[in-house]
């Protein structure tokens, strides 16, 4: 019985004990790290995110009355009672229950046939660590309500619905990255995802294989995206395709570069941004090259060289990352870089297998040394997307 499958039967059985009925099921969506393609997202471009093995949990049972009841094991209170007819965004107070109350609503104003339901919530994804716990909510949601009501909807369906609970009832203006690594996500692979359109190529990430390992960093450094500093980043990235003409910063090439940076001169942090996206988009298909060519130890360059972009022209780093991402490049590792939308997190970074003790090491020392509290490192290997499990 693998963990997941352990976590479905207590997360079914903690049903039982908060509800006083069994739940029709249970469904898991994972978190996600994303390997290269930061704040791309939402500019329409490339990103290549993973699936990791932590999820979250739904267990769920439909109601006939119109009433939302749901549950979390990891959050405070008690059962948070709504009305589906009452869901209205924005939503107020920014608490867990808003992420699955979103979800809802997206469905219900999308006109699917979604009631009444409770839901019961564990999660091994950590909060705030910038490996998506919210979109493995709304996605552990949006599936369970879809197999409750026998809707079949598409997995890049769910993705759209998902992020729209997150935009316009959270009030978090991400991009469609997230929900789709939840939703579309396979095991032994990174999602290769065109988020204009959403086509995706699952290419192989079998790392072990090749003697390497990917590890997560996570600085416990809590981040908080909707407190206006990820949505000014959008609306400067908004701000430079209006300046240059084009939909969104996915339409300059990256051999224009030049030319859009001499046109946006007077606007010192637009540039940047911009520089960053387009810069950032080429590093995503760089890196996809070299995968599909066999040579994943090249990627550990285009992943520093990102961070460096995320730190010097987005400026979404924090010391924690930096400290993190300078310690293992030091200590032999091949590559590493922040990942997620920044303002803390964690830090991804490629090394050998047999350098991994080293490198996990010299983090630990240099955060000691530092004063910051330790970091919690572990291997990120790629797992399944959202999926039904048994009890």
């Known amino acids: 019985m693998t963990d997941t499958e352990h976590g479905a039967a207590r997360t079914a059985a903690a049903f039982h004990q908060v509800y006083g009925a069994e739940p029709a099921g249970t469904w898991a969506a994972p978190g996600r790290v994303n390997l290269i393609g ?9 990103v290549m995110p993973l699936a990791l093995p932590h999820t979250t949990i739904a267990a769920a049972a439909p109601r006939t009355d119109g009433v939302l009841r749901l549950h979390s094991a990891g959050a405070p209170g008690g059962i948070v009672t709504l009305r589906t007819d009452d869901l209205r965004p924005p939503a107020t107070g920014g608490d867990w229950a808003a992420y699955p109350a979103g979800v809802v609503w997206a469905m ?29 909510l709304e996605v552990a949601t949006a599936l369970a309500l ?48 065109d ?46 395709a209006r300046a240059l003409g084009v939909h969104a910063l996915r339409d300059i090439p990256y051999e224009h570069l030049p030319e859009a940076l001499d046109a946006l001169a007077d606007d010192p942090v637009v540039r940047a941004l911009v520089r960053h996206i387009v810069t950032e988009n080429h590093r995503v298909e760089q890196t996809v090259a070299h995968l599909d060519a066999g040579r994943p130890r090249a990627i550990g360059p285009l992943l520093t060289a990102g961070h460096a972009s995320l730190r010097d022209d987005f400026k979404i780093s924090c010391p924690e990352l930096d400290l993190a991402v300078d ?9 590493a870089r922040m990942t997620g939308g920044g303002f803390g997190g964690s830090a991804l970074v490629l090394v050998e297998a047999d350098a991994a003790p080293a490198v996990t090491r010299a983090l630990h020392t240099a955060f000691a040394t530092a004063g910051h509290t330790a970091p919690r490192i572990f291997p990120a290997v790629p797992g399944p997307g959202a999926h039904r499990l048994e009890p």
């Open 38 to 46: 930061e704040h791309t997202d939402y500019n329409d471009g490339f």
């Open 108 to 136: 219900r104003e999308a006109g699917l046939p979604i009631g009444g339901a409770d839901l019961h919530y564990t999660s091994t994804v950590p909060l705030g660590a910038g490996l998506s716990s919210s979109a493995a």
């Open 146 to 193: 879809d197999d409750l009501h026998g809707l079949g909807l598409p997995r890049e369906e769910l993705a759209r619905l998902a992020q729209r609970a997150e935009n316009a009832y959270v009030g978090v203006p991400c991009g469609i990255m997230d929900q789709t690594a939840a939703a579309c996500c396979t095991a032994g692979h990174a999602l290769f995802l």
């Open 195 to 240: 988020t204009r359109d959403l086509t995706r190529r699952h290419v192989p990430f079998e790392l072990a294989a090749e003697g390497l390992h990917l590890l997560v960093v996570d600085t416990r450094v809590r981040h908080q995206l909707g407190d206006g500093a990820y949505a000014e980043r959008r609306a400067g990235c908004e701000r430079g």
């Open 327 to 335: 310690t293992a490049n030091a200590a032999g590792a091949l590559g």
